[in-house]
């Protein structure tokens, strides 16, 4: 729809005919510039038939310089924004430990990802209104989807990762870091960010303690993750026996991480264990506040003013080319 930010200065339209009709008959047919050839120019509009249509072009004209005074805008549809700004950051393993198949999805035994993949695109869907951005990391950490209001894009983007597509190895340090990046360029937000991973850190340029101390001075809150199963029975030569698949899981490290950024550390052995874990971050970080309505707003006003000034050249720039034409050479 269209609306005007300064609709009170189409009063100033009134002036336009007041100053037309308090003006002697003679001089309404006649510019206040002096030039000779200019005023020759309307002596001959003055006995023209066609003076009339003049005067209403001179009218519409004033319109539509009044109409781009008042600043008509164009308001697009409402859109729903938080009165409090939260970004939140996902950063998720994809090394080769993250394929161990010791969850349970649906009765079905699936690997570490597929499970990661089922819970937390059900957390994104609940986070309406806060920005979310996806890391995904194994050698080295990337960023696959910038933090966002585009929570479909971040779902899809978790969707599509692909298990050893960046190495094989855990840089938890680079994630971290990379994500302490992404948070820096604004300073009027939360910082949240949540560490999902399965091993320790065998990979990077930057150490996990350096990582802290970066997450800790640019206030990003991190909470981390220890995904796998600590029991699992496997068939061997000597029969069935039980092994920790997450023995390599550096549970001091990732809980000192957190614990140094005023986040927490949680422990997942299977698929309920995450959801209740991500329950428990919905209660912590709620979604911002209450939703606020706004328009997007598009300025038109350089709409009316062109065409005045195009119907203003017309009517004064035409005659004195008409003129100028008849002038003796």
Do not use: C
Not at 40 to 53: F, V, Y
Not at 109 to 122: I, Q, Y
Not at 264 to 276: D, G
Not at 322 to 327: I, K, S, T, W
Request: hydrophobic content about 45%; cysteine-free.
């Amino acid at each position: 729809m269209i609306s005007f930010a300064w609709p009170w200065l189409g009063l100033i339209w009134l002036l336009g005919p007041l100053v037309w009709w308090v003006r002697p008959a003679q001089q309404r047919h006649y510019s206040m510039l002096k030039l000779p050839v200019l005023a020759e120019a309307q002596q001959a509009q003055l006995h023209h038939t066609g003076s009339a249509w003049r005067t209403w072009l001179a009218l519409l004209a004033w319109t539509l310089l009044v109409v781009g005074l008042a600043r008509p805008q164009w308001l697009g549809e409402a859109v729903q924004i938080r009165s409090e700004a939260r970004e939140m950051v996902l950063a998720v393993d994809l090394s080769g430990s993250m394929e161990i198949a010791d969850m349970q999805l649906n009765g079905k035994e699936v690997n570490r990802l597929t499970m990661v993949k089922h819970v937390v695109s059900d957390f994104i869907a609940r986070r309406q209104g806060d920005k979310l951005g996806l890391i995904l990391f194994a050698d080295t950490a990337y960023v696959q989807t910038p933090i966002t209001y585009d929570l479909n894009s971040v779902a899809t983007m978790l969707e599509e990762a692909e298990l050893r597509l960046i190495g094989e190895r855990t840089a938890i340090g680079d994630a971290v870091g990379l994500a302490v990046k992404r948070f820096r360029d604004n300073d009027d937000v939360q910082r949240i960010l949540i560490l999902l991973t399965d091993g320790q850190n065998t990979a990077g340029s930057i150490s996990p303690s350096k990582a802290q101390q970066l997450a800790a001075a640019y206030g990003v809150k991190v909470y981390s993750i220890g995904v796998g199963a600590e029991e699992v029975v496997v068939d061997s030569f000597f029969g069935k026996r039980t092994v920790n698949p997450s023995r390599d899981l550096d549970e001091a490290m990732l809980r000192g991480l957190a614990e140094a950024t005023g986040g927490e550390y949680f422990r997942a052995r299977s698929t309920e264990e995450l959801e209740a874990i991500y329950s428990k971050l919905d209660a912590y970080e709620p979604v911002a506040g209450d939703e606020q309505l706004r328009r997007p707003q598009t300025e038109l006003f350089y709409w009316p003013v062109s065409v005045a000034f195009v119907v203003l050249s017309g009517l004064f720039v035409g005659p004195l080319l008409r003129q100028l034409g008849r002038q003796p050479a």
